[in-house]
C-alpha cells in the first residue's frame, strides 16, 4: 500500500501520517508540497494521502480543500494531532539578530502576533521542515524557522523560542483521502460540497435549516469561492453522521429537491492522538 504525505522528513504530516497507518506495512510517497500529495492519489501514483485541513489557531486550511475537489477524491479519515511550534535557528543565533522567519504559510499565520512583535520579514516554504532544512542549509545566524521540535532536531537547530504559536492547545486536523468513494463502516461524520441553484436572500439558512429540521449537528463550515465569478460561494458542510445514516440520504434529497447540487466528499471516524 502506497500512502503520499507532505516531506521532507519532520514535518508534522509525516508524524501524522507514521501515526496513523503504525499497524501496516507502507510504501510513504513523500511529495514537495500539499497540493501534490493530493494530485498524487488523484493520478494513482499513491492509493491513500493524508493532508492538513484544518489548524485550531489558524482555521481551514484553503489549498487542501481546494486541491480535494480538483483531485476528485473521497475523505475516508481523519486524523487530529497535537502541534507545537517553536523558533528554530542554527546554533548561537539571538532573537535579536533575526531579520526573516521562515515557514509554510499555516505555521506563520499560527504565530502571528509573535512574528508581528520581531518586526520581521517571512519567507514562504512548502512545509515547517523544509523551512528548517534550508537554514540549516544557509547555516546564517540572521534566519529561523517555525517549525516542530522534531525537525529542530533533525537538522540539528536550536530553540531561538519555544511555543509560539497564540495557544498552547494547538491541534491541526488531517484528513485521509482516496480515490475509492467507500466509507468506512464506522464512520460517524460526513462531509457534503453544496453548490447553491442560484444567489438568493437566505440561501444559506435554508441550507443549513435542512440540518437543524432533521435534527443533523454540523461540526464544521466553509465557505469556498466557485472561482466562476466573484461573490459566488460553495459551502462544505460536515454532519455529524456517518453516510450510512438514512438522515444524510434525507438532508441530500431535501437539498437536490431545492435545486442545489450536492456531493459527497467522505464520510469517516475521527482519530485523535495524543
Ligand atoms: O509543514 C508541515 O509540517 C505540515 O505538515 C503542514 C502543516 C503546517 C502547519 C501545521 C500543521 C501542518
Same mark, same amino acid.
Given at each position: 500500500m502506497k500512502v503520499a504525505y507532505l516531506g521532507p522528513h519532520g514535518t508534522f504530516s509525516?508524524?501524522?501520517?507514521?501515526?496513523?497507518?503504525? =499497524?501496516? +506495512?507502507?510504501?510513504? +510517497?513523500?511529495? =514537495?508540497?500539499?497540493?501534490?500529495?493530493? /494530485?498524487? &492519489?488523484? =493520478?494513482?501514483? $499513491?492509493?491513500?494521502?493524508?493532508a492538513p485541513i484544518e489548524n485550531a489557531i489558524e482555521g481551514t486550511i484553503n489549498m487542501t480543500v481546494d486541491s480535494l475537489l480538483v483531485n476528485d477524491l473521497y475523505i475516508a479519515g481523519e486524523v487530529i494531532l497535537p502541534v507545537s511550534l517553536h523558533l528554530l535557528g542554527t546554533e548561537g543565533t539571538k532573537e535579536e539578530d533575526i531579520q526573516e522567519v521562515w515557514s509554510i504559510?499555516?505555521?506563520?499565520a499560527q504565530c502571528r502576533e509573535y512574528i508581528r512583535s520581531l518586526k520581521v520579514?517571512?519567507? +514562504?516554504? %512548502?512545509?515547517?521542515?523544509?523551512? !528548517? /532544512?534550508?537554514?540549516? /542549509?544557509?547555516?546564517?545566524? *540572521? &534566519?529561523?524557522? &517555525?517549525?516542530? !521540535? #522534531?525537525?529542530? *532536531?533533525?537538522?540539528?537547530l536550536v530553540k531561538v523560542r519555544r511555543n509560539i504559536e497564540e495557544s498552547y492547545e494547538n491541534q491541526t486536523r488531517f484528513v485521509v483521502v482516496?480515490? %475509492?468513494?467507500?466509507?468506512p463502516a464506522d464512520a460517524k461524520k460526513t462531509m457534503l460540497q &453544496?453548490?447553491?441553484?442560484? /444567489? #438568493?436572500?437566505g440561501v444559506l439558512s435554508s441550507i443549513l435549516n435542512v440540518f437543524s429540521a432533521l435534527n443533523v449537528n454540523l461540526t464544521w463550515i466553509e465557505s469556498r469561492p466557485t472561482k466562476k465569478?466573484?461573490?459566488?460561494y460553495q459551502?462544505?458542510?460536515? $454532519?455529524? #453522521?456517518g453516510v450510512q445514516n438514512p438522515l444524510i440520504d434525507k438532508a441530500v434529497a431535501v437539498l437536490q429537491t431545492y435545486g442545489h447540487e450536492v456531493n459527497i466528499l467522505g464520510s469517516f471516524s475521527a482519530t485523535k492522538l495524543d
Open positions: 509525516e508524524e501524522a501520517a507514521h501515526r496513523y497507518f503504525k =499497524d501496516e +506495512h507502507i510504501d510513504w +510517497h513523500i511529495c =514537495d508540497s500539499v497540493p501534490e500529495v493530493l /494530485e498524487a &492519489v488523484g =493520478d494513482g501514483l $499513491a492509493d491513500w494521502g493524508i504559510p499555516p505555521a506563520l520579514k517571512t519567507r +514562504h516554504f %512548502d512545509s515547517t521542515a523544509s523551512a !528548517a /532544512e534550508a537554514i540549516r /542549509e544557509a547555516g546564517r545566524n *540572521d &534566519v529561523a524557522a &517555525v517549525a516542530s !521540535a #522534531y525537525a529542530g *532536531d533533525l537538522f540539528g482516496t480515490k %475509492d468513494k467507500k466509507a &453544496v453548490i447553491p441553484s442560484d /444567489e #438568493y436572500t465569478k466573484l461573490g459566488a459551502f462544505f458542510l460536515e $454532519a455529524g #453522521y
